[in-house]
């Protein structure tokens, strides 16, 4: 079956005329496009991953390179890439997919149902042969993404096997802004984090972080509300969670961002990921037939 045909067999199944369409989206794979007065957005079934939000008023809050591979096997750059199995390069396993492999497989689109002023779309994936080679764990998650005047992401892990899974997970979202040189992140003032630019060492932030190099930091055992003050848009994106104890912040920098061909060489300047996160010391822990959540919710203010 060709994308076009199952995107119009989905699209007769779950879509919502003129509000959720599904579509044949870059590539040949398929989106869900939502348009309504409280947002315009997109995800795609490759990865579970949201590529667009845009509340009215707003531009776009999600940042997306020009130069993404829409392929499977391999991640889209941008919107929020969901980390799992693992975090960054896995433990032991050099040859293993960096951020684990469930965001370079298609996921299957569960639900598109209205939800107090927005759009749920629920997509799905649960082990196969082919994860079981990599991580024997039974498991089934969802990513439920609630497209409205905020966004709110959950994602749901079940374990629905006879053993624990032990997982590390993450929301690797990426988020636009007028010129990352220019924008502050706060909320994370007294917290401690590994750098991982500096041989993974412990550090603790000092006030805002102001990005002036290439930045990969994890920080360590915080739920708190952070803040992206952007004055050159002139806004500012809250970013809220529950249940995740870790935030990384990454912006590649010039030579960075040089070396990885899906993103354009001064595209740094434009983009900074916050990722609400579970990862080292907070891995998640699942008994059989339990579920762990994470929830996120992403909101766009005037400054
Ligand atoms: O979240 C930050 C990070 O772990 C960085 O170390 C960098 O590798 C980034 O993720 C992007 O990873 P990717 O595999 O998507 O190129």
């Known amino acids: ?118 759009i749920s779309v629920a997509v799905v994936t649960t082990n196969d042969s082919s994860s079981q080679l990599l ?9 439920r993404a609630i497209f409205g005047s905020q966004l709110t992401l959950q994602f749901e892990l079940t374990n629905t096997g ?39 060492s412990r550090k603790m932030q000092s006030c805002d972080i102001r990005i002036s190099s290439e930045t990969d930091r994890v920080y360590l055992d915080t739920e708190r509300e952070i803040e992206i003050h952007d004055p050159v848009l002139k806004r500012r994106v809250r970013i809220a969670k529950q249940r995740s104890r870790n935030t990384v912040v990454w912006n590649p920098w010039i030579e960075k961002a040089h070396s990885l061909a899906d993103f354009g060489d001064n595209e740094w300047q434009h983009m900074v990921c916050v990722e609400p996160a579970n990862v080292g010391s907070n891995v998640i822990n699942v008994a059989p037939r339990e579920q762990r959540t994470m929830t996120v919710r992403i909101a766009a203010a005037l400054l």
């Not at 991580?135 to 990513?143: D, G, I, N, Y």
Request: charged share 20%; net charge negative; glycine share 12%.
């Open 1 to 118: 079956m060709n994308a076009m045909s199952a995107a119009s067999e989905l699209n007769e199944r779950f879509g919502l005329p003129g509000t959720a369409v599904v579509v044949e989206g870059n590539n040949g794979h398929t989106a869900v496009r939502v348009t309504t007065p409280q947002a315009d957005a997109e995800i795609y079934l490759l990865g579970g991953q949201v590529t667009r939000w845009k509340p009215p008023g707003f531009g776009e809050v999600l940042w997306l390179s020009g130069h993404s591979n829409y392929t499977v096997g391999k991640a889209i750059r941008g919107g929020v890439p969901v980390c799992f199995p693992w975090f960054g390069a896995r433990a032991g396993d050099p040859r293993a997919p960096s951020h684990g492999f469930v965001r370079t497989r298609e996921w299957r689109l569960e639900s598109i149902a209205r939800t107090g002023d927005g």
């Open 135 to 143: 991580w024997p764990a039974e498991f089934e998650l969802r990513l």
């Open 162 to 200: 006879e053993k624990a899974i032990e997982a590390e997970a993450a929301l690797h979202a990426y988020f636009t802004v007028g010129d990352v040189r220019e924008t502050l992140i706060q909320g994370l003032d007294q917290t401690e984090y590994l750098d991982k630019t500096d041989s993974n």
